[in-house]
Protein backbone atom coordinates (compact mmCIF):
# COMPACT_ATOMS: atom_id res chain seq x y z
CA UNK A 1 0.00 0.00 0.00
CA UNK A 2 1.17 3.92 -0.82
CA UNK A 3 3.54 2.15 -3.49
CA UNK A 4 3.10 2.26 -7.18
CA UNK A 5 4.18 -1.18 -9.21
CA UNK A 6 5.36 0.36 -12.49
CA UNK A 7 3.77 -3.36 -13.77
CA UNK A 8 0.57 -1.88 -13.27
CA UNK A 9 0.22 1.53 -14.63
CA UNK A 10 -2.73 1.40 -17.02
CA UNK A 11 -1.31 2.27 -20.57
CA UNK A 12 -3.90 4.75 -20.70
CA UNK A 13 -2.02 7.47 -23.01
CA UNK A 14 0.18 4.78 -24.07
CA UNK A 15 -2.15 2.84 -25.94
CA UNK A 16 -3.51 6.60 -27.56
CA UNK A 17 -0.14 7.23 -28.38
CA UNK A 18 0.31 3.70 -30.48
CA UNK A 19 -3.00 3.88 -31.91
CA UNK A 20 -2.61 7.35 -33.46
CA UNK A 21 0.52 6.06 -35.04
CA UNK A 22 -0.53 2.94 -36.41
CA UNK A 23 -3.31 4.89 -37.81
CA UNK A 24 -1.59 7.85 -39.57
CA UNK A 25 1.24 4.81 -40.69
CA UNK A 26 -1.80 2.56 -42.31
CA UNK A 27 -3.72 5.96 -43.99
CA UNK A 28 -0.35 7.79 -45.07
CA UNK A 29 -1.29 7.38 -48.56
CA UNK A 30 -4.60 8.39 -48.10
CA UNK A 31 -3.65 11.30 -46.21
CA UNK A 32 -0.92 12.42 -48.18
CA UNK A 33 -3.67 12.84 -51.45
CA UNK A 34 -5.97 14.61 -49.11
CA UNK A 35 -3.91 17.34 -48.11
CA UNK A 36 -2.27 17.23 -51.49
CA UNK A 37 1.09 16.29 -51.18
CA UNK A 38 3.24 14.67 -54.04
CA UNK A 39 3.71 11.11 -54.29
CA UNK A 40 7.31 10.05 -53.05
CA UNK A 41 10.21 9.81 -55.22
CA UNK A 42 11.61 6.74 -53.83
CA UNK A 43 10.15 3.11 -52.35
CA UNK A 44 11.52 4.03 -48.57
CA UNK A 45 8.79 4.19 -46.29
CA UNK A 46 8.00 7.89 -45.05
CA UNK A 47 9.48 8.72 -41.46
CA UNK A 48 7.53 10.13 -38.81
CA UNK A 49 8.50 12.51 -35.68
CA UNK A 50 5.95 12.16 -32.88
CA UNK A 51 5.68 14.98 -30.86
CA UNK A 52 2.92 14.94 -28.16
CA UNK A 53 2.50 18.53 -26.95
CA UNK A 54 1.00 19.19 -23.47
CA UNK A 55 1.25 22.00 -21.00
CA UNK A 56 2.48 20.06 -18.25
CA UNK A 57 5.19 17.70 -18.30
CA UNK A 58 4.09 14.68 -15.67
CA UNK A 59 6.72 11.98 -14.53
CA UNK A 60 5.02 9.28 -16.79
CA UNK A 61 6.73 11.42 -19.92
CA UNK A 62 10.37 11.36 -18.78
CA UNK A 63 10.15 8.23 -17.37
CA UNK A 64 7.92 6.21 -19.30
CA UNK A 65 7.24 2.72 -18.24
CA UNK A 66 7.25 1.88 -21.84
CA UNK A 67 9.48 2.51 -24.72
CA UNK A 68 7.90 5.25 -26.99
CA UNK A 69 9.22 7.25 -30.08
CA UNK A 70 7.56 9.69 -29.04
CA UNK A 71 8.73 13.67 -28.03
CA UNK A 72 6.99 15.06 -25.43
CA UNK A 73 7.11 18.72 -25.32
CA UNK A 74 5.36 21.35 -22.85
CA UNK A 75 3.77 23.77 -25.41
CA UNK A 76 5.60 26.59 -23.92
CA UNK A 77 8.56 24.73 -25.66
CA UNK A 78 7.48 24.12 -28.50
CA UNK A 79 8.89 26.59 -30.25
CA UNK A 80 12.66 25.99 -29.17
CA UNK A 81 11.96 22.28 -29.62
CA UNK A 82 10.31 23.25 -33.48
CA UNK A 83 13.92 24.94 -33.97
CA UNK A 84 16.14 22.99 -32.62
CA UNK A 85 14.50 20.27 -34.71
CA UNK A 86 14.69 21.82 -38.11
CA UNK A 87 18.21 22.39 -37.22
CA UNK A 88 17.71 26.56 -36.73
CA UNK A 89 18.72 28.50 -33.61
Known amino acids: TGQINCRLI ?3 QFA ?3 ARRAFLVSRTDQL ?6 PAPRCAE ?3 FTEVY ?3 DIYW ?5 PYEVPSQFVRIDAL ?5 SWIGGS
Open 10 to 12: DRG
Open 16 to 18: KIE
Open 32 to 37: RVLVDW
Open 45 to 47: PPS
Open 53 to 55: VSR
Open 60 to 64: WMRNS
Open 79 to 83: DGWIR
